[in-house]
């Protein structure tokens, strides 16, 4: 290649090395997850905005209740562990689906979707407590930012519940095709990505609101 | 029509002696010679370049025999050095400029003089513009007055909506926001009657958002204030609500008394006797700026 | 029931946009009906609706985008026709609840339904072609990202027929686009079309980043793209990585608007200095996601018309990469005026200026690779010309703009409105017509008229000085954006200038229309036979014009920084094609109308969310959702196909190609 280069004077071609490509595009396997990794990276960056509002208005009080008069360690903990477990047992769904085990991947996908709503219904616990006491989100611009941040969250958990819901119903129905296999991979990463920001969001609300 | 003609004729040559062009303060004075200065700057670059592009591209057409072709050549590093290097160096001396010019001219920093500066308190309301002289214990709508050559410290908030108070041959334009205040120090040198206005859209009746800037001789100032002083309406908290009210093309007004504390209390939206007023169309108050 | 809707929401009082809206709707269903009696709709359902081929959605985008380019112009010329009589005593022809309406649907629909649907019309169209591939990562997507787009623009449109659109400039600052200031469904409308639109950009984003990074011929390594290629890719990570702050700031005011929240309001702690900070992290970066692809089309315009390859290829991609990461860390230079401090001006002032410097290395780049070139006068090469000479002032004063000192006394001005047309018309606009005329013949098989053609550039390079040339001495005087009414009687011939400069920029985009249909009923003449019209260079010329759905019947093999030009030389040096390899059959994936039945019932949501109706408001979405998961459910993904179509097609082209190639080496 390179003497053929040379010979209509490219003065530098290139070597057949650099960079990625030199095999042609790449399968589905890794371009279906990569796209949805990127999918996740903007998603991030959705919600890094979201951050930065809360940092921005986290002491907009207006005279209303401040983070220490809110937040309830204990109850966000048990949260937090609900999230975290659920992540694992994503885990063990994707583990028994690779092994086609129908019957176990059906399990945990359950059990996965069943901790996401434990989750998610000590969340609008939470908030319902909130808003009973007139600290809801039209309280004060602290708390607007505060029901948008944890509640994009749950919206996000939401949707996660209804996607395992589907997939249990297109795993049940069509078995563990490799374009079922690429989209269990793709619901994992997403389930795994809210559990990063659920963690960002319990240091950076829960506990160092919750510090004296 | 023949006016228009001829304004058409005339107003070219006289282009660079008006708004920003035309300073009559330190800061527009200053404002104005950074901006030509770093014009001067590139245009030293962007001159040669366009012309050369030009006739680069003449030279080198297809039909041509004279120009050589050289259909392979596409790296030269020397060039690459040179067209990295013109556009860093340039960078890198307006990049100067604006660094010192930035700290020099910054709006929040009080002028140099050995004149105490006078403190004028700026209200934008929909849709006119609210100046309080605190120490005086006066305010004028629409018209603003300062003594030439004296340091003037604005101190400036909004009653409703964004805007941007400017007297453009003064110099320096800044937002006045609600709930918030901003600080601004100009002054003005030449006496004379200037024009100013809102420069960030408000709502409808933007466009009569406008003002006179009148800048007396300090003993004139003086006069105007004593003879404002116990004139007219005074600026309590039933006035403003009455003021606050959407009136767009408002004529000038003078309060010869002024509520203490009043910017205060609209910084902090507790104007006593006023409530939340809804955004409608301006009324008019002066025929020629009529709104439908 | 119906919500906020009612009659009253038909502006039967108000002849202009009835009449329009009117006019727009009866000239809509006589083309519906046109099509249908030609029997045209089921060829529009298949091949272009339906369809999941990257050239056809890229060719839908571009569609959608001139028909947007008429509405803005149209708002354009409102604005110019206004200014030009609204002068002193004379309140000129629209009131400021209207004329505010028109200046922000100007704004809104130039930036998100002209300028974006045309520069990821022409990646869709190009980058699968340059990459050397068949199709996009996500076909599926593709179309629905098109189809959510075209819902945002329907929604916009809609606001002329039903209620009203935002009156509150094209970015809807608060406090003036709260509630309390703004009670109608206008900013509404703006906030809604807007999020719809956005899901889509994200989409594309992740289509074309995923397909740039993943999915090339077999040797096309990273410094081997065409810079097209490389602008594409930081446009989509640009985009990628900032419209997700769009759909933050704006759902936020959506939040205000809907729930009572208080992000931006003036009580309960709100700040709407955090609005202006979350827009422009977004806005910055929306700019050079317009204007690098637009490098990257001037790019390839040197580059083919002057006969060379382009100069510092190594340098364009460094360029363009600086700029993107750059462009992040400036987007407070919209707001000096705030009184952030002299040292966040400063800072951010001088990160501005750095982006000159990329920009600066690109301009001299394309002049050197004109120097030493064959250069054809062609028209995309009138606009690289003019292009280059207009950027180049823009530039300046974009450069002065962020200096913080003269900032002070330019911000918001006419100068502002003068900079940006300069870097936009002068830089996005003429590169799309450049593209326009330059990958039309590979799109439809056949030439545009030339002569048209450059009357129509003229048009739009003196209509565009005439137009923005006043505003920047209005600028100077102390003029304001945005004003309804012109106190100062001395500003009239300024204002006549630039109204004539926006009528002679009218006669260019009439005449693109006369253009495209003269040479319509003229193809048969202007036929490209052979799929290389301009002697070019990078691979999409490799294939015949129009291309085959499958665009290449083998992945071209890539050898070197110009694929397409190194075979095509090595091929007129050995008068011989490569060897005809060993055809495949070939998977396409299927076409499918879920975008369209999905941004059907997006729409629908949309609309029912403004008007707050919202039972109607629930089923869209549930529909929208049915879409998705029936579309899930499928079972074919792929047609096929047959070996005997690819080799039968690939022949034809390679004799084509052959007779080309003897005609070459006899004419050298």
Request: net charge neutral.
């Amino acid at each position: 290649m390179t003497n053929e280069a040379a010979t209509i004077g490219l003065t530098h071609g290139g070597s057949e090395d650099t960079g990625l490509g030199h095999r042609g595009p790449e399968s589905k396997s890794i371009v279906v997850p990569y796209g949805f990794w990127l999918f996740v990276l903007s998603d991030m960056v959705l919600f890094s905005a979201l951050f930065a509002t809360y940092a921005t208005l986290v002491l907009a009080t207006d005279g209303g209740p401040t983070t220490n008069q809110l937040f309830d360690r204990n109850l966000v903990a048990i949260e937090t562990i609900a999230l975290l477990v659920s992540s694992f047992t994503c885990g063990l769904a994707i583990i028994a689906a690779r092994r086609s085990n129908m019957v176990w991947a059906q399990a945990w996908l359950l059990v996965t979707g069943l901790l996401g709503a434990v989750f998610l219904s000590i969340e609008l616990y939470e908030f319902a407590i909130m808003i009973g006491e007139g600290a809801g989100p039209q309280r004060s611009a602290f708390l607007s930012s505060f029901f948008t941040l944890v509640g994009c969250h749950g919206a996000h958990v939401t949707a996660g519940l209804l996607w395992i819901g589907t997939m249990m119903a297109q795993v049940w129905a069509k078995g563990f095709q490799p374009h079922i296999m690429r989209r269990l991979l793709c619901l994992s990463v997403f389930w795994h990505a809210l559990d990063i920001i659920w963690v960002a969001i319990f240091t950076i609300v829960y506990l160092i609101g919750t510090l004296p | 029509m023949r006016f228009g003609v001829l304004s058409a004729l005339v107003l070219p040559l006289c282009a660079c002696n008006r708004g920003i062009f035309d300073p009559v303060g330190p800061v527009a004075a200053a404002e104005k010679q950074i901006l030509i200065n770093s014009t001067a700057i590139m245009l030293a670059i962007i001159i040669p370049t366009m012309i050369a592009t030009v006739a680069v591209a003449w030279w080198f057409r297809r039909g041509n025999a004279k120009a050589t072709y050289r259909p392979d050549w596409e790296y030269s590093g020397a060039i690459e050095l040179v067209v990295w290097g013109v556009p860093i160096l340039t960078v890198m001396l307006l990049a100067g400029i604006a660094w010192i010019g930035s700290h020099d001219l910054e709006p929040s920093k009080p002028l140099k003089s050995d004149k105490p500066p006078l403190t004028v308190d700026v209200v934008s309301l929909d849709w006119k513009w609210l100046f309080i002289y605190p120490e005086q214990g006066i305010a004028t709508v629409n018209r603003l007055v300062v003594p030439a050559g004296t340091p003037v410290n604005y101190r400036l908030t909004s009653a409703t909506v964004w805007n941007v108070f400017w007297v453009p041959q003064m110099g320096t334009m800044i937002y006045t926001m609600p709930r918030m205040t901003t600080r601004l120090n100009l002054q003005a040198d030449r006496p004379g009657i200037y024009d100013g206005l809102s420069g960030h859209f408000s709502g409808d009746g933007f466009p009569g958002m406008q003002f006179k800037a009148h800048v007396l001789p300090p003993q004139q100032f003086a006069l105007w204030v004593q003879s404002a002083r116990g004139s007219g309406q005074a600026l309590d908290g039933r006035a403003y609500a009455e003021l606050s009210k959407p009136t767009s093309y408002v004529k000038p007004t003078t309060y010869g008394a002024v509520a203490p504390g009043l910017f205060d209390a609209i910084v902090a939206d507790r104007v006593p006797g006023t409530q939340l007023l809804p955004h409608n169309r301006p009324t008019t108050e002066q025929g020629a700026g009529h709104v439908r | 029931m119906f919500g906020k809707l009612s009659w009253d929401a038909i502006p039967f009082h108000d002849p202009i946009p009835l009449f329009t809206s009117l006019v727009v709707i009866l000239a809509l269903a006589a083309l519906a009906i046109w099509v249908w009696r030609k029997g045209w709709w089921p060829y529009l359902w298949h091949q272009y609706i339906t369809s999941t081929d990257h050239k056809k959605i890229g060719i839908m985008y571009i569609v959608l985008g001139l028909l947007m380019l008429v509405r803005g112009f149209s708002d354009a010329i409102m604005m110019r026709l206004q200014q030009s009589m609204a002068i002193g005593a004379s309140q000129g022809y629209l009131p400021p609840e209207h004329y505010n309406q028109i200046f922000s649907a100007h704004g809104t629909i130039m930036i998100f339904f002209v300028a974006m649907p045309l520069v990821i019309g022409f990646m869709n169209f190009v980058v699968p072609l340059q990459l050397g591939v068949r199709d996009v990562a996500f076909p599926t997507m593709n179309n629905v990202s098109f189809w959510l787009t075209a819902s945002g623009a329907l929604l916009i449109n809609v606001s002329l027929f039903v209620g009203e659109f935002a009156r509150t400039g094209w970015l809807a600052y608060p406090p003036l686009s709260e509630l309390r200031f703004s009670p109608g469904v206008g900013v509404d409308y703006y906030l809604v079309a807007l999020q719809i639109s956005g899901v889509g950009t994200i989409l594309t984003a992740v289509n074309f980043v995923t397909t740039i990074l993943k999915i090339r011929a077999p040797g096309m390594s990273y410094m081997r793209m065409p810079v097209f290629c490389w602008t594409s890719l930081a446009s989509n990570l640009l985009i990628l990585a900032a419209f997700p702050v769009l759909t933050v700031t704006l759902g936020l005011l959506m939040l205000d608007r809907y729930l009572g929240f208080h992000f931006f309001t003036n009580d309960g702690g709100g700040n709407s200095m955090l609005y202006m900070n979350l827009i422009w992290v977004w806005g910055h970066p929306e700019v050079y996601i317009l204007i690098l692809p637009a490098f990257g089309i001037y790019s390839e315009v040197a580059a083919t018309f002057s006969g060379k390859p382009l100069f510092g290829y190594r340098s364009m991609v460094f360029a363009t990469l600086a700029i993107c990461i750059i462009s992040f860390c400036v987007w407070l230079h919209h707001f000096f005026t705030m009184g952030a401090g002299a040292d966040v001006n400063a800072v951010f002032g001088i990160a501005s200026m750095i982006i000159a410097i990329p920009t600066g290395v690109k301009i001299f780049n394309w002049l050197f690779t004109m120097y030493g070139g064959r250069v054809r006068f062609s028209v995309p090469m009138h606009y690289l010309i003019g292009f280059m000479l207009t950027f180049v002032i823009g530039g300046l004063t974009g450069v002065l703009l962020a200096i913080p000192p003269v900032d002070f006394v330019v911000h918001n001005t006419l100068f502002l409105i003068a900079h940006f047309h300069q870097v936009i018309i002068g830089g996005v606009v003429f590169a799309i017509m450049a593209g326009y005329t330059y990958w039309f013949p590979k799109a439809f098989g056949f030439t545009l008229d030339e002569r048209l053609g450059k009357a129509v550039f003229w048009c739009w390079f003196i209509g565009f000085h005439l137009a923005f040339m006043p505003l920047y001495v209005l600028g100077f005087w102390g003029g304001t954006r945005r004003l309804q009414h012109i106190s100062d009687p001395s500003w009239a011939p300024w204002l006549h200038v630039a109204l004539l400069g926006a009528v002679i920029i009218g006669v260019g985009i009439v005449l693109t229309v006369v253009q495209l249909l003269y040479s319509i009923r003229t193809r048969d003449q202007r036929r490209d036979v052979t799929g290389d019209p301009w002697d070019g260079r990078t691979l999409e010329w490799l294939t015949l014009s129009p291309p085959p759905h499958y665009n290449f019947a083998v992945l071209p093999d890539v050898h070197g920084e110009e694929a397409y030009w190194t075979r095509k030389q090595t091929a007129i040096k050995q008068v011989a094609l490569i060897e005809e390899p060993d055809y495949q059959p070939i998977e396409m994936p299927v076409d499918t109308p879920t975008g369209v039945i999905c941004a059907f019932f997006t729409s629908l949501c949309g609309f029912a969310v403004i008007w707050h109706i919202w039972w109607l408001a629930i089923l869209g979405l549930i529909g929208a959702f049915a879409v998705l998961v029936w579309y899930a459910w499928r079972d074919e993904h792929e047609h096929l196909i047959p070996v005997g179509e690819v080799r039968k097609n690939a022949r034809e082209r390679r004799r084509i190609r052959m007779e080309h190639l003897h005609e070459l080496s006899q004419s050298t």
